[in-house]
């Protein structure tokens, strides 16, 4: 059973997050809480999302999961208009999710669940480093580090107690330093990692560029990005893999 | 003979409805009034526009004929800015379109009209049902529609005094319904027809969305859709023939 | 040695003006002033800039020319706000140049000046006609000119005192006249020369379309364009060689 009305917003910005990695995904109904979790074809990016029942008009689940298409769930949700309420409500017998917009209704199929790939387990990492930042200045460093290369290295100095986002190409560098000042939180480590652009790129797409962002870092460790969102019911938490340095 | 001034929103929003089916038309440059009639290549999309001469800042012509390429005119009349008034002038023995706005003058060649798709007759039918709504409302549904199928169904409940806008995909399906209350009227009677998607696409790009539009529709008939521009002294009827129901 | 402060509305102005012509050029880093000049690879079209050293907040060199990928250094600019400040400054050593924007430092490797095409010499002809008008006014004949035909004249007629620009299309002609009346200034004298549009709508990307422009003409003689830009402080002058009127 699964029955719930949610703001297009919140609906919107829940499955942005996770379409940046995967097509498909499975989501899970708690009875407490809407979540996902889905790692990219190549086992290197991972999402984890949870979206409080609080966050919804109404919520009501008992357990279940289904399998959707995210783009096509993400294409149904863009007919509203900001501001809309979305009504979802499942069909056990048919397993088609019916989708109400102000007088506009959508069957959606679902995927079986057993057709989508396993979700991670995401580790529970110890990691010594923190930054917390504006979503903006992430992007900052993640655009200009796109000029130059296909990684991105992000480091904490302890004795600067600042954050660098670098990047070394054939011929240009670029790095930009964020000192506690232009930091909202530092909590300094040895924190040095490599990372493939490309995944952080997408990741960078669905994070609000308003929004305080939280990165863990260790030392070629996996990154851990986190954010919240629908007013902090929702949490989404990012994790890649690191590459190897190879200097 | 052929003399007039006309401002560039009332010569563009003409030359739209007719370019979303045809390339290329007769302009009929009547005493009282300017029209269009045309069919797209297939058969299926008509066009009738009409428009007043009292539509225009100054008019004078005298029932002749002649044969223009849409796109190199919307072309034209995009120059000028929102307000600029375009004057239009026929030079009957060199066969060219004088065309002036604000100091700028292009010389447009004609296409003999014997060489353009003969104008259609559009057929005078007595459809059973007729539905007004905002172009808004139709545009929504037409949107929805084209997310899961080719085709789109119109329909009216009569029992429930309600306009439908359905589609039905391989695997999922989609449908608007408007009741008395959305719509702004509302003359029910035995009306369900299914659609070619692409042309009322086109038909949709030209209709203005804060227009009202009125739908005539009946069983497996064809629709017709009217609206007015030119502060109601343009008139436009697109009129679109069924296919065939399958199931 | 070089080191200078610039905004970046400053900076990309200037960059613009050169990229629509080349790819790579050589900056001159003079006491008094920045200057570019280049010719694109068909030596059809020339530009000439110079940005003096009072348009920079801080301006420090003593003759240097360095070889830039123009490109990527717009790529860089960009990266700054408007009104955000840009720190140049060339390391000697490494030929490399190093740009900050508020935290973020890039490191630009430059092109050896040698093997870049070799600097024009910008004529100085003394062109009979002089026309000055705003950049949106070219722009507008410009586009126009551009719906029939690859080719532009520019001519000045003496006994209307008008600026002309025309173009003959296979089938369709279009002319802007502009008179005293809608010209900044004219300085009649003969000239009606033909040019290459597709160097034209180059160089008219570049032109503030709010900006006055000189345009000085001859009779089947280059044209040179003339506009200021950084409040009067940054010059530059296009210079196009003529086509050969065919009729």
């Known amino acids: 059973m699964f029955k719930a009305i949610v703001s297009a917003d919140t609906l ?34 991972m ?4 979206l409080d029942a609080a966050a919804f008009e109404s919520y009501e689940a008992d357990g279940g999961v289904i399998g959707v298409n995210l783009g096509r769930l ?18 056990e017998e048919t397993r088609k999710l019916h989708i109400q917009i102000d007088g506009l209704s ?12 396993q979700e ?21 460093g993640i655009t200009a580090a796109d000029m130059v290369s296909d990684h991105i290295s992000l480091r904490v100095d302890e004795s600067e107690e600042a954050f660098y986002i670098e990047a070394e190409g ?29 995944y952080l790129k997408d990741m960078n797409k669905a ?16 990154v851990k990005l986190h954010y919240e969102f629908a007013e902090g019911l929702g949490h989404v938490t990012y994790m890649l893999a690191p590459r190897i340095q190879s200097d």
Chains 1, 2, 3 share one sequence.
């Open 106 to 117: 959508y069957t959606l199929a679902l995927i079986d669940p057993d057709s989508i790939r």
């Open 207 to 222: 994070i609000p560029k308003a929004t305080e962002v939280t990165v863990d870092l260790g030392e070629e460790f996996p």
């Open 170 to 198: 054939d011929t240009d560098d670029v790095d930009l330093k964020l000192t506690s000042e232009d930091l909202i939180d530092l909590t300094a480590g040895p924190a040095n990692s490599l990372f493939s652009l490309d």
């Open 74 to 91: 993400e294409d149904i949700a863009g007919m509203a208009n900001s501001g809309d309420l979305i009504q979802l409500e499942l069909n």
């Open 12 to 45: 919107t910005d829940a499955l942005d997050s996770v379409s940046v990695l995967v097509d498909e995904c499975k989501i899970r109904l708690n009875e407490e809480e809407l979540s996902i979790r889905a790692v990219d074809p190549a086992n290197v990016g």
């Open 120 to 140: 991670p387990d995401i580790p529970d990492l110890d990691l010594p480093a923190e930054v917390v930042l504006e979503g903006s200045q992430l992007n900052r």
């Open 47 to 50: 999402v984890d999302l949870s």
